[in-house]
């Protein structure tokens, strides 16, 4: 199980910071939507040349110009891509052929889609899916969301979870094991908690001990 650390809503140099911090605690870096909003898709670029060693993972959450959008983040040093997995099959399939031929990854936001839309979407093998809890829905019921999802993610072997994950909710996800996500993208209860490098060291020590 991998760690996603979603950076959001700061500035480059201070999530260049957080990272420091957290480093040997986390997997993948996430260049979060709001990042690359403020600063441009040269915000991955910083971030590649300031971790080359590190997956980077770009938030485009693309909706539309798949190809170009995907091309962009890759060439900024991107090693996965997101497109909404309700935006238009085509254009999934062009983000889809782009990361092929970079030999990158994709990652699908499962935000909003439902069951036909998840069974469409499951052609994309090698792709992962992240089943997604918007921010202005946090306050959805995340175990009753996660049991609902289950009925439709069989057969989808590359899962991510995300929106709003702490300890206490990763926890409750091992116990009852309704679902067994590749990675878990964590925020705010890094990003913002007191001592950034203490709660990163948590999620990672749990995350040990779920893979045991
Ligand atoms: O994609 C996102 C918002 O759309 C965030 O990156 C994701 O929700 C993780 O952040 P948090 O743990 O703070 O919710």
Do not use: W
């Not at 040997?24 to 080359?52: A, C, H, N, W």
């Not at 935006?87 to 990652?107: E, G, R």
């Not at 809890?133 to 609902?148: H, L, R, T, V």
């Not at 929106?163 to 890094?190: D, F, H, Q, W």
Request: charged content about 30%; hydrophobic content about 40%; some cysteine.
């Amino acid at each position: 199980m991998k760690i996603q650390l979603a950076l959001d809503r700061i500035n480059i140099e201070s999530a260049i910071k957080i990272v420091e911090k957290v480093y040997d605690y986390i997997d993948i870096i996430e260049v979060g939507t709001s990042l690359i909003k403020d600063y441009g898709i040269s915000s991955v670029g910083k971030m590649r040349k300031q971790f080359p060693d590190k997956l980077i993972l770009a938030d485009l959450k693309t909706m539309d110009e798949g190809e170009y959008e995907f091309k962009t983040a890759y060439s900024a040093g991107a090693d996965i891509a997101t497109v909404m997995g309700v935006t238009p099959l085509n254009t999934i399939s062009l983000c889809y052929d782009v990361a092929q031929k970079y030999k990158k990854s994709i990652m699908i936001d499962l935000m909003e889609t439902n069951e036909s839309r998840i069974t469409n979407l499951k052609k994309f093998k090698e792709a992962i899916f992240c089943i997604h809890i918007a921010k202005d829905e946090i306050e959805k019921d995340f175990e009753s969301y996660f049991q609902k999802m289950k009925l439709y993610i069989s057969e989808l072997p590359h899962l991510a979870i995300a929106g709003g994950i702490n300890i206490e909710l990763l926890n409750k996800l091992n116990k009852t094991r309704i679902i067994k996500p590749e990675i878990v993208i964590i925020g705010s209860a890094i990003t913002k908690a007191f001592d950034m490098q203490k709660a990163a060291k948590e999620f990672y020590s749990l995350m040990q001990n779920i893979k045991k």
